[in-house]
């Protein structure tokens, strides 16, 4: 521990208390600035690396920015499945108390259900805000189905409310109402 007194000592004796202070804050802030950056500092080369680290691991990548490929394509294999798939997915997390992801999920299974019967048109990218307006605006009266859905999913999703069974429950009756206005053809 002497090293480290005589060490102090000597930094003191040449820079100052006020030169110290100063290189530590500037130092704070550039640990601060390249934390809140971190992906986009990365050379290209060391993105390409976590790029090919990730296809070993069978993950699909984006070849140009090495993040995991997203969005597109799976927008348009959800189109693809019927909406049972994602009810059948849903009672499946439900069941394992997954409650979150079944809100998700049931939700998924109206919008495809939506779109099965022509009440709107799917557009990938749609907030489930806007979702429900262009679907309300097709159908009123499922307003208030779609208007409680839509809060359930948001509080749990983008306000990290932590889900719960009441709220599968919210929104597996929303889904009933949804497919018997729906299919009703009211």
Do not use: C
């Not at 290209?44 to 296809?55: D, G, I, M, T």
């Amino acid at each position: 521990m002497r090293w480290w007194n005589e060490a102090a000592a000597a930094w003191d004796d040449v820079f100052g208390i006020g030169f110290s202070t100063l290189v530590l804050l500037l130092l704070a802030v550039v640990v601060a600035v390249l934390w809140y950056t971190y992906p986009a500092w990365l050379p290209s080369r060391w993105k390409l690396r976590r790029a090919a680290r990730r296809a070993k691991r069978g993950q699909d990548v984006d070849e140009v920015t090495g993040e995991p490929a997203d969005g597109e394509e799976d927008a348009e294999e959800l189109l693809e499945q019927p909406a049972e798939v994602f009810h059948e997915l849903a009672d499946r997390y439900a069941a394992e108390g997954r409650w979150a992801e079944a809100v998700r999920e049931r939700l998924r299974a109206i919008v495809r259900e939506l779109a099965e019967r022509g009440v709107i048109e799917h557009v990938p990218g749609w907030t489930v805000t806007e979702l429900a307006r262009a679907a309300v605006t097709a159908r009123p009266a499922l307003g208030p189905a779609l208007g409680d859905a839509a809060a359930v999913f948001s509080g749990i999703w983008y306000a990290q409310r932590p889900a719960s069974a009441g709220d599968d429950e919210r929104m597996r009756g929303h889904l009933a109402t949804v497919r018997e206005l729906v299919r009703g053809g009211r």
